[in-house]
């Protein structure tokens, strides 16, 4: 399961964000830095997982925006 913290971190808050996860609750994680030790960690994660990293300079889009009510109406459905 992807539940060790990677000892070769480089994205600033992976550890509080793992924190989080070790829980197993499907999560979205909105940040203008996320690095490839997050991607590959959340690769190997059991729970439902959204990446979203907007430009620092422009911020969220419509297309953010769409992408984060489509992973939470796929939550819902999910309970159902």
Known sequence: SGHSLDPGLTTL???YLYQWAKHGE???WIDDIIGDDVR???ENLDQPTLLIEPDHHIGMTDN?????LSFAKRLENDKE
Do not use: D, Q, T
């Open 13 to 15: 808050k992976y550890p």
């Open 26 to 28: 499907p999560f979205a």
């Open 40 to 42: 590959a960690w959340v």
């Open 64 to 68: 953010h925006y769409e992408e984060l």
